[in-house]
């Protein structure tokens, strides 16, 4: 074997550029021929005076000889990567002498002692998400958008590798090269595989937003008799490492995890009552979220559209304005109430609509013809011994605060003086201004010196009702139970954005690029596509695992290469996924998936 410069010329700019081969001598009828073993590429960089350090260490590794010296550590690492191509080449493997059916026998004489294993590769999670994927006709999609196949299969990597080892796209360039199987399946080789291809791959996928997001919603309706008779709306944001000065996007606001030191970004998320994703948008980190509902529901609708959903959201996308738009263009809806303090009317008729050993929850339903709508009453023990807590630690807080103001007319350098004592005492009011009502403090003074002699303060009898809220909708036919389970799907899109920040790494986000970070989110929302798709397939087999636990547990299943010297001196080279254990089965078999992903490969050298 040696390696071969060749020259071309490009016939655009009539440039010449240089290609590099493997090629090795081989005996034919018509003579002595140079056989083209690997096309290294353009990008091959190893000094000319260590190609036949290299060619001759790759001989080495394929038939199995072991080296006669200490090769340089950039040889070693190139010499095992363009043998694991040689070995794993298709049109390469197998020999006439070797050739028989996948489960028939092949007895061959073999070294036991030359027995080896080598290039370990997760293989089971990859199984499970790439056949979904499928399944969701995304690979076609992808390819019907016009992306070659090294591009779909750089998609398709991305967005497994967030589903399977979730992190930054450098991260996600390491798992491909590294750790993973998924190039076996794809039948891809993602040993070239650039870093800059991975960053490339999620500005071609956010390109293609609308249309892959469309696609998918009409795929998941087709697979699983989706009604999209409710639909779900919500917002979330996530945090920076860095300044992100170089993203529009980039703002301080209110962060859903208190990182008030780094920019935000904000995500919107559509999902029906399945919760399957049905659309998805990105806004600035300190956008109004009651200003993003109307944009959001109008992309949803379609001309044909005979019955337009429910849209559930919460208090803050529920505004006056929002209601007033989603009436006037014919949507039902169900909101929590905006109001602060909540009328609980004097007697209500109140039905128990969950019980459980967590809570009790009973509601109320009452008809406002004056709003043109009814509303539910909810009482919830477990948040009325809630607020029963945060209110009495706050009273508590409250007091201690009186208490030392108290302690500091007697002491030393304290604060004394009447119209001090009023001015502290005014901001102690500010300060806990929701518990500082239900007090009358009266301050004792001595009109002479004006100074504060004593103060006094006792809570105020009042009738508080903790644990109420109040739900409002413009479907007036609906009863307790089934508006309270209505609301109660709100949690499946909490559910969906803690998933995508724990399981699927949306957070943090390191890019510092508009379309970079855009692209960071686009690929976390496909991820959940596929991830929900696995799940609701798995919870009507009654499993109900995280993904994180199914991921770990398929994460011991491998495929590996076991290679062997023949007793004529040739190696065999067998490229296969290991026997699935009984947690790999119950999946596989979960989701009609064969038990060993991958084709077996048999190479003769």
Known sequence: MYIRKVTHTDQKNRQNYHTFKLVESVRT????????????????????????????????????????????????????????????DSRRSILPETISAADAPDYQRVDLGSVDHEHARTVGAEHVVYETIKELGLEEKLRDLGFNKPAVDAAIGVIAARLIAPGSERSTHVWLQDVTALDDLLGANFVNLSQDRVYKTADML???????????????????????????????????????????????????????????????????????????????????????????????????????PLIVMDAG????????????????????????????????????????????????????PDAGEIELYCHSSAKAIKEEGIRNRFEKRFEEELGKTQAALSKKHGTKRYEKVVEKIGRLKERFKRVARRYEIEIAWDEKTS???????????????????????????????ALFDIFSMLTDIEDAFRSMKSELGLRPVYHQK?????????????????????????????????????????????????????????????????RPEPFHVQIYDALNLPHRPGKTIKTVL
């Open 29 to 88: 009828e018509r003579g002595p021929r140079q056989r083209a073993i690997l096309n290294l590429g353009n990008e091959f960089t190893l000094p000319e005076e260590q190609w036949k350090d290299l060619a001759n260490r790759m001989e080495e590794i394929v038939t199995g000889q072991s080296p006669l010296f200490i090769y340089p550590v950039e040889v070693e690492t190139l010499a095992n990567r363009y043998a694991r191509q040689i070995v794993g």
């Open 451 to 481: 100074l504060a002699t004593k103060i006094a303060w006792h809570r105020r009898a009042q009738d508080e009702r903790s644990g109420f809220y109040c739900l409002r909708s413009n479907c007036l036919d609906f009863k307790e139970q």
């Open 206 to 308: 956010l390109r293609r937003r609308s249309e892959i997001e469309a696609h998918l919603r009409g795929r998941e309706c087709s697979l699983f008799q989706l009604q999209e008779t409710l639909i779900l709306y919500d917002l979330t944001n996530t945090f920076f490492e860095g300044s992100g000065k170089y993203n529009s996007k980039a703002h301080f606001g209110h962060s859903k995890e208190k990182r008030t030191d780094c920019p935000l970004v904000t995500l919107g998320l559509v999902l029906d009552a399945d919760g399957f994703p049905k659309k998805s948008d990105i806004f600035d980190g300190n956008v109004s979220e009651a200003g993003t509902l109307e944009g959001m529901i109008a992309a949803l609708s379609t001309a044909d559209m005979l019955l337009k």
């Open 317 to 368: 996308i529920g505004t006056q304005k929002n209601l007033d738009w989603l009436t006037g263009h014919g949507y039902g809806y169900l909101v929590v109430s905006r109001k602060r303090k909540i009328d609980v009317p004097a007697s209500l008729d109140m039905v128990t609509v969950r019980e459980d050993k967590h809570r009790l929850i009973r509601a109320a339903l009452i008809n406002n």
């Open 514 to 578: 508009e379309r970079r970070v855009d692209g960071h989110l686009f690929i976390t929302v496909l991820a959940y596509h596929v991830l929900h798709t696995i799940r609701f397939k798995l919870g009507k087999r009654g499993m109900v695992q995280s993904w994180s636990t199914i991921r770990k547990g398929l994460s011991t299943h491998m495929r590996i290469t076991t290679t062997m010297k023949r007793d004529d001196g040739k190696m065999i080279h067998i490229r296969k996924s290991t």
